[in-house]
């Protein structure tokens, strides 16, 4: 099984509301990542697990708040957003052990829209 | 980081080969070179990756040049399936914990027409 899931698909959110979205990988792997994708852009990394530890947060706002509660779950808690946070928000996982060759599976992300 | 070059957009006709072109001139010696695709709707896929030697798998092949300063990605017959936007990234030579970076370029966006 190598499948990474996402929930929600979509979600509409308004500024002051607190949504999450969710991660889930059962390859055995140890690091997951959270990217996002702007229209028409390539994907940005946001953040690094590396064995449920935060390793890597390109300098994200704070509004946006990662946790790794086991090896095979990663959330992203999004709250006060900004309308300019829509987007398209990935997650991916990779085994964990290596720097050059690794493979990272993407799951179909989910599609944000903040009213 | 090393940088990638990619055109914008490239078009071909279904069953014919597709060479997809990618500039990296700063690569360093330890750089692999690794292609990912972004199928429409659906989250990037890893195609294939290498050092310095050519490469082949199910899906595509690796042509590196000599001196590592350009490679090519070969699809040997291009299906409608095969539109997508292909990502010629370099890995960084990231010492911090083991997971890895990928950096992402702006890629090339392959049209296929019957």
């Known amino acids: 099984d190598t499948e990474v899931t996402q929930t929600p698909k979509h979600l509409v959110m308004g500024m002051t509301n607190k949504k999450s979205l969710k991660c889930e990988q059962h390859m055995g792997h140890r690091a997951m990542y959270w990217y996002k994708q702007k229209a028409k852009k390539p994907p940005e990394l946001m953040f690094v697990y590396s064995y449920e530890k935060l390793s890597i947060n390109e300098s994200v706002p704070s509004r946006f708040s990662p946790e790794c509660p086991n090896s095979s779950l990663l959330n992203l808690h999004l709250h006060a957003l900004q309308p300019e946070d829509s987007a398209l928000y990935l997650c991916?996982?990779?085994?964990?052990?290596?720097?050059?060759?690794?493979?990272?599976?993407f799951g179909p992300g989910t599609r944000l829209l903040v009213l | 980081d090393a940088k990638t070059t990619q055109p914008n957009s490239m078009e071909s006709n279904e069953e014919e080969p597709v060479h997809l072109p990618c500039n990296h001139s700063?690569?360093?010696?330890?750089?692999?070179i690794h292609w990912y695709r972004q199928l429409p709707s659906q989250g990037p896929e890893y195609v294939i990756h290498g050092l310095t030697s050519n490469v082949n798998n199910r899906m595509a092949s690796l042509a590196i040049a000599e001196d590592r300063k350009s490679s090519t990605l070969i699809l040997h017959r291009a299906t409608l399936r095969d539109a997508a936007v292909y990502y010629c990234?370099?890995?960084?030579?990231?010492?911090?914990?083991?997971?890895?970076?990928?950096?992402f370029g702006t890629g090339t966006r392959l049209q296929v027409t019957l």
């Open positions: 990234i370099l890995r960084d030579n990231w010492n911090t914990g083991t997971a890895s970076k990928l950096t």
């Open positions: 700063t690569i360093s010696g330890t750089d692999y």
């Open positions: 991916a996982s990779s085994q964990g052990t290596s720097k050059y060759q690794e493979t990272q599976y």
